[in-house]
């Protein structure tokens, strides 16, 4: 719909016929201006993001097999023709002879940049030996070549893509987790005569919340076909089951995230047993994708008269070969290259990050080849020595944020809410509006940083994908648990207490409480406060609850107890679900926002805390 409202002439990615077209108009045209490259890849940029979001959207039941496989298919035909044109606007760049030329060496450079790139471009004319190092001052890349491509015919180029396109697809459009642990499937097929139960208390109130149960995929390039298969059929079983024996779950949600499988949290995940390759379940790539290439210099252009000639060479860029190709330098050893890569400040680098660089042959990301990697963090500068020309990436634990130190969600007017996860190394502030969120702020020592993430509002996948690639991962992935010291639940108590917090959030006040570590794996613990106003919760004003999703109470003790006990409240009582038992202590105007609440709001609070999964995670 928001493409058909937009009417911008784009084409519609998910119908083949529009995007087959688009793509075979633009391969054919012989335009390789690099400034209409730069625009007709926002384009592209564009479509590939809709048909990311799409995979990551939509749930399993709604897409089918051959739409999946359709939508990565032309998400890879979109990268390589995007990544070819970009080849063929460097060609004409080099060939252009328009690039500045330096006073002291005689050698040409060209910086060209917009949000989605960064073009760096040295051509090596008088192949003098004293003009090996060069650095380009606005972007702070740089390099320092073994002499013996300081006297050849060579360009050296550092292409920044500020995304990744060379990562396998199911990294691009990884899901959010669900939570581990074999009894979740069990915990939702539990005797009816209990749901119904509990379901005949909650049907007079409003209606709770519907968790629809839907499969974690992580596709991998067109070869997710089969395996999406199986595990839809999988699928559509433990929901055909949910929908007869639970009558808690009612409410549609508009934007629906997975939850779980019928598959154990506790299964092998294989080992990695080369050091040298980079286990993408334990680091992700941050700061986008760099090609630093050699390439030999084409035939320059040639004014004649009024004519500007040009040679048109049938390959195209060639690269440049280092180490040479030859019988006689097999054995030899061969001086390094050695690189400088200025970092964006849109990134955040916690820890020192690791360098890695793209095989080809394994479709893989390895760290041998490179050596002597060392990271200015004041600079922003990391600084390391290759054996040969690489497509390098800088790659950050992918679990650095976690487990959370705290976390507090509280409501700030009407259908509004702002969620604080606080890390090891950052507090992150999202705010929440309706259908919609935000990053307010990211602190990092009393200082706020990536100023350019804040202030936008979107969905919460996107939310989540961005936060991603700035360096602040506070989503756990399908293996987290195993990287991370988790505080294990009940993954029907988590998904219900999740629900239950998103149902009351637009009135009430949640956070962390110590006490969740000591209450076991049926338990959950944690403090509300009834919230209205726009202050901050005092320490006071705080109460403890717990909730194994069949039954919330009200507990005695406070955050600052001596031990932990599960004794009741006084005057106070159990209930099945946590809104009634907040209704026993809530006042009138509490429980009248409650329930005028609007449904995209919930179901937005939902999906970001089961994203987070703060509950588990902190």
């Known amino acids: 719909w928001e493409h058909y409202i937009g009417c911008d002439g784009s084409p519609d990615p998910t119908v083949l016929q529009e995007i087959n077209t688009f793509m075979s108009l633009w391969r054919e045209d012989p335009n390789e201006d690099i400034q209409f490259v ?34 990565q298919g032309t998400i890879l035909d979109l990268q390589n023709l995007l990544h070819q044109k970009y080849n063929g606007a ?27 790139i960064t073009l760096c471009i040295w051509a090596n004319l008088k192949k003098n030996v004293r003009f ?68 005949e208390e909650e049907q007079k109130a409003e209606g709770e919340l519907r968790a629809p149960i839907e499969e974690e995929m992580h596709p991998e390039r067109l070869k997710s076909a089969t395996s999406f298969k199986e595990n839809t059929d999988i699928n559509e079983k433990i929901e055909e089951v949910t929908e007869k024996k639970s009558g808690i779950i009612d409410v549609p949600s508009q934007v629906q995230i997975p939850v779980a499988l019928e598959e154990t949290g506790e299964e092998e995940v294989e080992e990695v047993t080369d050091d040298n390759l980079v286990d993408l379940r334990q680091f992700v790539p941050v700061g986008g994708v760099y090609y630093v290439a050699a390439l030999r210099l084409p035939p320059l252009a040639r004014e004649v008269k009024s004519w500007r000639m040009v040679e048109v060479l049938e390959g195209g860029l060639e690269a440049y070969p280092y180490p040479p190709e030859s019988e006689e330098t097999e054995d030899a050893t061969h001086a390094p290259i050695e690189i400088t890569l200025g970092l964006s400040h849109d990134v955040l680098y916690s820890e020192d990050p690791l360098v890695a660089r793209w095989d080809p042959a394994g479709q893989q990301w390895r760290t041998d080849g490179i050596s002597n990697t060392t990271y200015e963090k004041e600079e922003r500068k990391v600084h390391f020595e290759m054996d040969a020309f690489y497509t390098i990436a800088l790659f950050q634990d992918a679990h650095l944020h976690m487990p959370y130190q705290a976390w507090e969600l509280h409501p700030t007017g009407t259908d509004e809410l702002l969620l604080i996860v606080t890390t090891a190394f950052a507090e992150v502030q999202i705010q929440v509006k309706e259908h919609q969120c935000m990053v307010v702020a990211v602190v990092v020592e009393e200082e706020k940083v990536l100023s350019s993430l804040t202030g936008k509002w979107m969905s919460p996948v996107q939310l989540t994908v961005l936060l991603k690639k700035a360096g602040i991962n506070i989503f756990p992935g399908e293996y987290s648990h195993k990287y991370v010291r988790v505080n294990k639940k009940a993954p029907l108590a988590e998904v219900r207490a999740y629900q239950q917090m998103a149902l009351v959030a637009s009135a009430f006040a949640f956070s962390w409480s110590k006490w969740n570590l000591e209450s076991g794996e049926e338990q959950i613990v ?61 006042s009138t105007k509490a429980i009248d926002k409650v329930e005028t609440t609007g449904f995209l709001f919930i179901d937005t609070v939902y999906q970001l805390l089961l994203a987070t999964r703060v509950l588990t995670y902190s």
């Open 526 to 586: 944690f403090k509300v406060s009834e919230h209205l106003k726009a202050e901050a919760v005092e320490d006071e004003d705080w109460s403890l609850y717990m909730f194994n999703g069949q039954r919330a109470l009200r507990l005695k003790i406070t955050e600052a107890s001596e031990a932990f006990s599960t004794q009741l409240e006084d005057h106070s009582e159990f209930h099945s679900t946590l809104y009634h038992m907040l209704k026993d202590f809530a």
């Open 38 to 71: 730069m625009e007709k890849g926002k384009e592209v940029l564009n479509l590939i993001e809709k048909l990311q979001f799409l995979l990551l959207d939509t749930p399993p039941n709604e897409i089918t097999e051959k739409e999946r496989v359709q939508y």
């Open 132 to 199: 090996k190092t060069h650095v380009f001052p606005e972007i702070r890349h740089g390099f320092d070549l073994p002499k013996s491509l300081a006297v050849s015919n060579v360009a050296v180029c550092i292409f920044h893509t500020h995304y990744d396109h060379i990562s396998p697809l199911w990294l691009q459009c990884q899901r959010a987790p669900k939570p581990e642990g074999s009894d979740y499937s069990e915990a939702i097929v539990e005797s009816k005569e209990e749901v119904e139960a509990a379901a």
């Open 90 to 116: 460097t060609e004409h760049l080099l060939k252009d002879n328009s690039m500045s030329e330096d006073n002291d060496s005689g050698n040409t450079q060209v910086v060209i940049r917009d949000k989605n």
